[in-house]
T-cell receptor, first 111, second 114 residues
Framework: QKEVEQNSGPLSVPEGAIASLNCTYS??????FFWYRQYSGKSPELIMS????GDKEDGRFTAQLNKASQYVSLLIRDSQPSDSATYLC???????????FGAGTRLTVKP | EPEVTQTPSHQVTQMGQEVILRCVPI?????FYWYRQILGQKVEFLVS????????KSEIFDDQFSVERPDGSNFTLKIRSTKLEDSAMYFC????????????FGSGTRLTVV
């Protein structure tokens, strides 16, 4: 079973729309979850972290966590062409004591 | 804003040669990590390092790989007898409080084995 799973996409949304990115994880003991943005050829950049069930908002980004369903999501409101990137979901796996990444969802925001 | 610095940005090496990838973590961070990303694939965990020793390593991190903190600032990844399939981006990361709090990545070293 894959530790962190994401829909690889590509996901395409028009400028100004809401982009919704989803992720599931296998280790029920995981406590910390992260969304990273990765532009082509660049390193991952942390954009959101979430530790508790519910929603966490930061500007145009909202992370949602449901530990019972082992599900994490990221919503990007008012999507901009500059948001076009691959979004990586990551979970701190309690059993491994390290962070593991999903394969990433490629998002394209069309002007 | 503090940065994790990696050198070189691009390394080309012949198959069978040894390479050393270098990283300077954020100065007050205590936890260090190496990840790799083969082109078009996901970011894969290699090894974590704390208190001058390896704390966790993945199945990828076999005897071909080693890490070292030769001084108070540098953190290195050595790959012995490189193979074509070692070609990838190698990312160093550091954290002040451990992986459960997230960490900062360096800009990466692109390793090309020919």
């Amino acid at each position: 079973q894959k530790e962190v799973e994401q829909n690889s996409g590509p996901l395409s949304v028009p400028e100004g729309a809401i982009a919704s990115l989803n992720c599931t994880y296998s280790d029920r003991g995981s406590q910390s979850f992260f969304w990273y943005r990765q532009y082509s050829g660049k390193s991952p950049e942390l954009i959101m972290s979430i530790y508790s069930n519910g929603d966490k908002e930061d500007g145009r980004f909202t992370a949602q966590l449901n530990k019972a369903s082992q599900y994490v999501s990221l919503l990007i409101r008012d999507s901009q062409p500059s948001d076009s990137a691959t979004y990586l979901c990551a979970a701190f796996l309690y059993n491994n004591n390290d962070m593991r990444f999903g394969a990433g969802t490629r998002l394209t925001v069309k002007p | 804003e503090p940065e994790v610095t990696q050198t070189p940005s691009h390394q080309v090496t012949q198959m069978g040669q040894e390479v050393i990838l270098r990283c300077v973590p954020i100065s007050n961070h205590l936890y260090f990590y190496w990840y790799r990303q083969i082109l078009g694939q996901k970011v894969e965990f290699l090894v974590s390092f704390y208190n001058n020793e390896i704390s966790e390593k993945s199945e990828i991190f076999d005897d071909q790989f080693s890490v070292e903190r030769p001084d108070g600032s540098n953190f290195t990844l050595k790959i012995r007898s490189t193979k074509l399939e070692d070609s990838a981006m190698y990312f160093c990361a550091s954290s002040g409080q451990g992986a459960s709090y997230g960490y900062t990545f360096g800009s990466g070293t692109r390793l090309t084995v020919v």
